[in-house]
């Protein structure tokens, strides 16, 4: 008989922002398998089940255990912070099952990704279009990112950085800025927040041109505003539409 | 004595993918505020409270509402599907409470939004960077929503499209897919969810030759593909970066 294998995406990290499903997929499953530092964050869930810790930078080893176990027939539940879809363990063993010709039982649990999270945290900056873009060039040629963070700031989409920076990638987060400084004003409001929902949750309201790229890590998402993006009381605010427009309505 | 100001998003629909602090902010308001259809989602959250209901297209004056009872003392949520800061209730209330200089506690309560309900239904399409585009031209031109989808075909973003069509605005999916076939191959897959999570949810995975904007209306969330998306087993996916690396690191 065949097992079952759930993606689960729990949130940012405390339970009140985890969703019953994330929760119930957990308590159903046999085995839990994921990162060291998120299976923390489900600690309580965990125990008489058998638990697969693993280190950063090993999603295809994880996805083929992960599949392996479910063929065989165990409930298995891939634990990604966030949601499993973003930047998360889904596409590793979505890829994993077609290279391999598998077919599987897969349930997806959404989560709430930390562009919602820190969005969340800094009022309302996604209140119009927006492009999601990591920053990490470990999977994809610095170029094509850079690419995309020049369109998406032509476009004036408001712009959420995930893996903004790290110890290795240094640089790349300045260079952002330099591009969409050449679109937007240098008052745009930037937002990064660190730890969103967790222990040591720091948030920053800041602007392009006052912005320190070195303030950012890999525990950071960083929200660049449009050019209709706005300050007031703290907090980032993208308006739906055109303000005339707005208070027309009013 | 102030009030408090809830922004709830109870994510696609079902209790089970809404987040425990969601419930709990509804639980703790003696106002809720929403439109009709959110509010019977959450029906059994609200005896015993002030209910105010509305029809669409009344933000502002639901905002104005909301504030007011919570300037007044009261703890008021105000409800939206999905989540609250992506085209829901978050700007609006924001907007109104800078044009009009007031301070108000207010919490933001993240939510899974339609585009992780939907990408959670198709497999996992949002593997890799994206743009999320709303096509109701209410509030936006036209003009500055196609000049959007232009540059996020041309980025080669996975585009995520919210609104894609109603009655009255029946060509624009159409044209949307004129604009994407120019930059990506006629077999690219779409993805077509409509109710996610609820009565009637539906799931559809096609391409872009085949997709038939007609299908498409305001309850359906759109996920076009990447040039790498495949469909593996009925599934969307995105892979996170080129394969060649990732069988590397396999």
């Known amino acids: 008989m065949q097992g079952k294998l759930y993606l689960v995406g729990i949130g940012p990290g405390s339970r009140e922002h985890t969703t ?3 929760v119930e997929a957990i308590r159903e ?8 530092t998120y299976l923390r964050l489900v600690e309580d869930l965990l125990s008489g089940k058998e638990v697969l810790a693993s280190g950063m930078r090993r999603e295809v080893e994880r996805a083929r255990q992960a599949v392996e176990l479910a063929l065989g027939g165990k409930k298995v539940a891939i634990v990604s912070s966030g949601d499993s879809g973003i930047y998360g363990m889904a596409s590793a063993v979505f890829e994993y099952l077609a290279e391999n010709r598998l077919e599987l039982e897969v349930e997806v649990v959404p989560g709430v990704t930390s562009a ?3 969005a969340a945290l800094l009022g309302a900056p996604l209140g119009n279009d927006f492009a999601v873009i990591s920053l990490s060039d470990l999977l994809v040629p610095w170029q094509e990112i850079e690419r995309r963070v020049e369109l998406a700031a032509e476009g004036d989409f408001v712009i959420v950085l995930y893996n ?3 110890s290795r990638r240094d640089w790349q987060l300045g260079r952002v800025r330099e591009i ?3 679109h937007r004003p240098q008052a745009t409001p930037v937002g990064l927040v660190r ?3 967790r222990d040591g949750c720091a948030v920053e309201v800041t602007t392009l041109r006052e912005m320190n790229p070195a303030k950012a890590d890999m525990l ?3 929200i660049i505003g449009s050019s209709r993006s706005f300050v007031y009381a703290g907090r980032i605010i993208t308006p739906r539409g055109y303000r005339s427009k707005y208070s027309m309505r009013g």
């Open 220 to 222: 950071t998402t960083l």
């Open 164 to 166: 903004p920076r790290s």
């Open 180 to 182: 969409v400084l050449e």
């Open 116 to 118: 919602l999270a820190a």
């Open 20 to 22: 019953r499903r994330a």
């Open 29 to 36: 499953s046999d085995v839990v398998v994921g990162y060291t």
């Open 195 to 197: 730890n969103a929902y």
